[in-house]
């Protein structure tokens, strides 16, 4: 049989992402195009509740650009995911029925668990990793996935409810942040990933962490300078603690006009990249790491790798 073309689309709280492939009944597959654009759909849910009219119609706008470039290149199958944004605002049903009627485009939303178990896989497949225990860790925009498993899969899975853009509306309201802020930020960081160790994902050094989505391959290519994003030299990489550390505090003195002139760093993330960046290194000193590598395939890779598997 002829190959199949598929899209995988992930609808996030900061960005949404398109993977277009060309599949073929043995397993194997061949990447076309790899998308990403920042939109900003879960901007203001943390107080409101509610995704905004903007947000919408950013992301509406984007998801038009990826069904046309996907009909472009014969795609005869979008599959979309939603996640922390779409999990938890009230009108995120009207939002996606909206989308639907103005593209066609049913969007899935996802459980925590859901969203665990396809960053696992992505992670199990695009790295050679094989034999080690794994904490996978996806720091999204509203939410953020602890991952434990090996080659038997998923061990253990803990959603908490902080990401970038959570943590940055919530915290983070001066330009340059506040100590008392950062201070505020980091409680409740704190806070939440006691609850990890509550639910039995112990912290130790036992297990090899990994990093996926923007806060981990933003901080890579600004640790590697790098003028234009390379899957290559960030893909596998890896970042120390006190990388992560130095990067903390040079943003933490940078006004948002400062920050958007670094290398490396996409000017939409720079109100959000000194949110995550911290949240990952609370996560590294909890579990006594002084390294994490980076992963620049998510949920998406995760979908892909699902619908790829043999006939």
């Not at 991952?147 to 943590?167: E, Y």
């Not at 989505?213 to 003028?227: N, P, Q, Y």
Request: aromatic share 4%.
């Amino acid at each position: 049989m002829s190959p199949r073309r598929s899209a995988f689309i992930d609808v996030g709280t900061n960005t949404i992402l398109c993977l277009i492939a060309e599949l073929r009944d043995t397993g194997r597959f061949r990447v076309l195009d790899d998308l990403h654009e920042i939109t900003r759909l879960g901007q203001g849910v943390d107080r409101t509740g509610l995704i905004s009219p903007e947000g919408e119609r950013r992301s509406l706008e984007v998801l038009e650009r990826y069904r046309d470039h996907c009909k472009s290149l014969g795609v005869e199958e979008i599959i979309a995911v939603g996640t922390s944004a779409l999990r938890d605002a009230k009108n995120s049903r009207d939002v996606r029925a909206r989308f639907h009627d103005k593209l066609g485009i049913d969007i899935r939303v996802i459980s925590g668990d859901e969203e665990a178990a396809y960053s696992f896989l992505a992670v199990q497949r695009g790295l050679s990793l094989v034999g080690k225990e794994l904490l996978v860790i996806d720091i999204g925009g509203g939410s953020t996935e602890l991952i434990r498993g090996n080659a038997s899969g998923v061990l253990q899975a803990f959603s908490i409810n902080l990401g970038s853009v959570r943590l940055t509306e919530r915290c983070l309201h001066s330009d340059p942040v506040r100590p008392e802020e950062v201070h505020e930020m980091i409680e409740a960081i704190d806070r939440e990933l006691s609850l990890v160790g509550e639910r039995g994902i112990r912290a130790n050094s036992a297990v090899t962490l990994v990093g996926i989505a923007g806060t981990f391959t933003t901080l890579a290519a600004m640790e590697k300078k790098l003028e234009r994003y390379s899957h290559s030299q960030v893909h596998g990489s890896a970042l120390t603690l006190d990388e992560v550390r130095r990067q903390i505090l040079s943003l933490q003195e940078k006004t948002l006009a400062e920050r958007k002139r670094i290398v490396g760093l996409e000017p939409k993330r720079a109100d959000v990249i000194f949110a995550g960046a911290s949240l990952l290194e609370r996560i590294m000193t909890c579990w006594h790491a002084e390294t994490v590598i980076v992963s620049d395939q998510g949920v998406r890779y995760g979908l892909l790798h699902e619908a790829a598997r043999p006939l």
